[in-house]
């Protein structure tokens, strides 16, 4: 086998089964459930009944377990939903603010991802094969629109040329703080005194 196919193997499996094209009714149904399920999870927990879940995105309980058979396939597709929803925020943000700002902006939408999610860290990883691939997933969908906003930054002259994305992910996820433990803005003052940093060994900008 080749290495490219290789690769491409790796891919289809980080990104896990693959998913049929839904009707329209069908996808909204997943989308309320997917978001529903979201907020639930990050008030109740991820063992909150699922009489609750369906309450609050609208539909009845067959519907979830027609879409989702098993708990963890709920788990596992919320957390990629809310990956997705986190990862294509930057494209937005690059079109709507200098590249530093976007990058900053950013990595605060980030912070709020982990900062919401880390209810789901125990069922993440317990061993459960469910969730074997969101790992990959979640680097396969963050890494390449970190990157990209790095890239644009370092080009404008804003930052340095040097930063790893891996690097920085890690730095952002240290310094998020659950929401309720961050009433006096701690993540925020910090996300902003990390990105001031990057400016740090920038080129000179040429004045005119």
């Known amino acids: 086998m080749s290495e490219e196919s290789t690769r491409e193997g790796?891919?289809?499996?980080?990104?896990?089964?693959?998913?049929?094209?839904?009707?329209a009714d069908a996808q909204r149904s997943t989308d309320a459930l997917l978001t529903a399920a979201a907020e639930v999870f990050a008030t109740s927990g991820v063992d909150a009944p699922v009489?609750?879940?369906?309450?609050?995105?609208?539909?009845?309980?067959?519907?979830?377990?027609?879409?989702?058979?098993?708990?963890?396939d709920l788990i596992a597709a919320v957390f990629r939903h809310e990956v997705d929803a986190c990862a294509d925020a930057a494209p937005s943000l690059a079109?709507?603010?200098?590249?530093?700002?976007?990058l900053a902006k950013w990595l605060q939408r980030f912070a709020g991802f982990i900062a919401t999610k880390r209810g789901l860290s125990a069922a993440l990883h317990s061993g459960d094969p469910a969730y074997d691939t969101l790992p990959s997933y979640f680097q396969q969908r963050f890494m390449p629109?970190?990157?990209?906003?790095?890239?644009?930054?370092?080009?404008?002259?804003?930052?340095r040329s040097d930063v790893d994305p891996e690097d920085l992910l890690v730095a952002t996820r240290n310094l998020t703080l659950p929401a309720q433990e961050d009433g006096n803005g701690h993540t925020p003052r910090m996300i902003a005194l990390l990105v001031d940093g990057l400016r740090y060994g920038a080129p000179a900008r040429e004045t005119r």
């Open 10 to 23: 790796d891919a289809a499996a980080a990104e896990g089964p693959p998913r049929k094209r839904l009707r």
């Open 51 to 72: 009489r609750e879940i369906t309450a609050k995105a609208g539909v009845g309980a067959g519907t979830l377990y027609r879409h989702f058979p098993q708990r963890s």
């Open 95 to 102: 079109a709507r603010y200098e590249p530093a700002e976007a």
């Open 145 to 159: 629109v970190l990157g990209a906003l790095l890239d644009t930054a370092a080009k404008a002259g804003e930052i």
